[in-house]
């Protein structure tokens, strides 16, 4: 029996190529306090701060902060390298550890008075000096 002429070819299933393969499908609402990644090969770090642990030293973070940008528009001595470092350690630690301790911040008015006649003509100055005083009774 030999076969006779071939039958009509059923069309191709219609389907995505290879490359357009549908994957699948994340929503996202919304995200707070967590870190996460997406996709191949990726790596995640999330480094979670303390902040300040009362009023007083969220106070003394903001002085601090501001009292940093105010010297960056001062031409550096060795004065000020001694204060930034010890402002730069405070903020430090009171992002890290929720309060500086206080030989820490007694360090940051040491290097406040020896900074003095800058700092005493800055409103930040004046107020990381108020923010300390109130930390360390004086």
């Known amino acids: 029996m030999t076969p006779g002429p071939p039958g009509p070819t059923p069309a191709p299933t219609p389907g995505p190529a290879p490359d357009e393969r549908p994957g699948p499908t994340v929503r996202i609402g919304s995200v707070t306090g ?3 990644a997406v996709g191949d090969h990726n790596t995640v770090t999330q480094h979670q701060h303390a902040g300040p642990a ?4 969220a106070e003394v973070l903001r002085a601090v902060r501001e009292l940093r940008a ?5 031409v550096t001595t060795d004065t000020t390298e001694v204060l930034d470092a010890e402002l730069v350690s405070v903020a430090d630690e009171i992002e890290t550890a929720g309060a500086a ?3 820490r911040l007694g360090r ?6 020896a900074a003095g006649a800058l700092t005493g003509t ?4 004046v ?3 108020e923010a300390l ?3 360390l009774g004086g």
Do not use: C, I, K, M
């Open 54 to 57: 009362d009023e007083t030293q």
């Open 127 to 129: 107020a990381v000096a």
């Open 70 to 74: 105010d010297l960056a528009r001062f």
């Open 108 to 113: 940051l008015q040491r290097a406040l008075d």
């Open 122 to 125: 800055l409103a930040s100055g």
């Open 133 to 135: 005083s109130a930390l």
């Open 34 to 36: 967590s870190a996460f």
């Open 101 to 103: 301790e206080p030989g």
